[in-house]
C-alpha cells in the first residue's frame, strides 16, 4: 500500500489526474454550501487555511481590504454558526454557477488553481438574482488523505456585493 505522500506525488504527477481532482473538490465545494450542510463546509480547508473575500477592484489594486476573511478552521465554523444562530435575514437559496476550472501550476506541494463563479440567489417568492460573480483563486493541499483547500480567495467582480453575504460563496 503506498503512503499518503507517494499518493500525493503521482496525482501531482498526472495532470489530467489533477484537473479531475481539483475539478472534483471545487464542485463538492458548492455542493456542500448549496445543499445547506454548512457545518460540512470547513472541513474543506486545511488546518493551516485562509478564506477572504474580495472586491476586485481591491485585489488587482494590492489593497488588504477583504469584505470578509477567516484564517483558521475555528473562524469558519464560528461563521457556520453565526450563519445558524445569530444572523437575521429572509430565507433564501443560492446556486454556484462554476466553469473553467483549471489547474495553473504545482510549487511546493501546492496546487494553484483558479476557476470562474456566479452565484445565483433566490428569495422564497421570488425570482433568481445573481449575487455575486468572479473568480475562485484557490492554494490547495494534500492533508489527511485529501485535497484541501489551504488559501480560498474569494474575487468579486462586483463592488458592492449583497447583504447575504451569511452564506459561504
Not at 480547508?45 to 469584505?67: S, T, W
Request: net charge negative; proline share 5%; glycine share 4%.
Amino acid at each position: 500500500m503506498s503512503s499518503p505522500a507517494a499518493c500525493w506525488a503521482d496525482l501531482a504527477a498526472d495532470s489530467r489526474r489533477l484537473a479531475v481532482a481539483v475539478r472534483d473538490l471545487v464542485e463538492a465545494y458548492v455542493e456542500t454550501i448549496e445543499d445547506d450542510r454548512l457545518e460540512e463546509w470547513p472541513d474543506f480547508f486545511a488546518e493551516k487555511c485562509l478564506y477572504q473575500v474580495v472586491a476586485r477592484e481591491n485585489h488587482d489594486r494590492g489593497l488588504p481590504m477583504p469584505i470578509f476573511y477567516c484564517d483558521s478552521p475555528g473562524m469558519l465554523r464560528d461563521r457556520v454558526v453565526a450563519h445558524r444562530k445569530a444572523n437575521i435575514y429572509p430565507p433564501h437559496f443560492t446556486r454556484h454557477l462554476v466553469s473553467n476550472v483549471r489547474v495553473k501550476g504545482v510549487e511546493d506541494g501546492v496546487v494553484h488553481a483558479q476557476s470562474n463563479f456566479a452565484v445565483l440567489e433566490t428569495r422564497l417568492g421570488g425570482d433568481p438574482a445573481i449575487s455575486s460573480a468572479g473568480r475562485y483563486l484557490d492554494r490547495i493541499v494534500f492533508e489527511d488523505g485529501a485535497l484541501k483547500f489551504r488559501d480560498k480567495t474569494v474575487v468579486c467582480d462586483n463592488f458592492r456585493v449583497t447583504t447575504l453575504l451569511v452564506t459561504p460563496i
